[in-house]
């Protein structure tokens, strides 16, 4: 079972930034990645990574959001700047073990963008 640990969520104004962190438990092999749900909506993917550093951004976040990880920490980073309101959510990490394997879900951390 990996333990998937998030930090860095909060309150910060529109225009502000914000990193957010997730550590795993143990190595992880294959991608790494965040998710956002806001009520009432499906959870809807921001940034996924590979072990080998290729990645994949939504529309929304292209130019703004960068996702970053340390293969010796087991660590996924996620650096947000020039967030906006409609960037409110709860962010969850996402682990593979190996891609193809089980998924593994953090508890979520919320992220509020409000003056």
């Known amino acids: 079972q990996v333990q998937l640990v998030e930090s860095g969520g909060g309150l910060v104004q529109p225009g502000g930034s914000l990193r957010l962190s997730c550590t795993a438990s143990?190595?992880?092999?294959?991608?790494m990645g965040w998710y956002r749900q806001v009520p009432e909506k499906e959870r809807e993917l921001v940034a996924v990574i590979a072990r080998g550093y290729r990645t994949n951004y939504a529309d929304s976040v292209k130019g703004r959001f960068t996702i970053s990880r340390d293969n010796a920490k087991n660590t996924v980073y996620l650096q947000m700047n020039s967030l906006k309101p409609e960037d409110t959510a709860v962010y969850y990490c996402n682990a593979a073990l190996y891609d193809g394997g089980i998924n593994y879900w953090g508890k979520g951390t919320l992220v509020t963008v409000s003056s």
């Open positions: 143990q190595n992880i092999f294959g991608t």
